[in-house]
């Protein structure tokens, strides 16, 4: 799946934020991105539940997943401007 470190990052956030839906983030999950920069941090975040596990088994990962979550959209936007 072809996608912008930008489409990224927002993916991300919202998720994150709670503005995503179900469907958008299992696509995410779930289907291989095209540039192996933006796969390796695909494969990175889908790797957080485990890394990262909730206290509550109906969040995706703890806080400190999500805080992760929220820096690798701050470095995708970060590198897509430098």
């Known amino acids: 799946m072809k996608r912008t470190p930008e489409e990224v990052a927002n993916t991300i956030e919202d998720f994150v934020n709670g ?3 179900q ?3 299992d696509g995410f999950t779930s289907i291989r ?3 192996p920069e933006l796969e390796a941090i695909r494969q990175k975040i889908v790797a957080l539940p485990v890394e990262f596990p909730p206290s ?3 969040d995706y ?3 400190a997943g999500k805080e992760r979550m929220r820096q690798i959209a701050r470095d995708l936007r970060a590198h897509a401007t430098a």
């Open 61 to 63: 990962c703890s806080e």
């Open 33 to 35: 991105l095209d540039d």
């Open 19 to 21: 503005r995503d839906n």
């Open 56 to 58: 509550d088994p109906k």
């Open 23 to 25: 469907w958008a983030w």
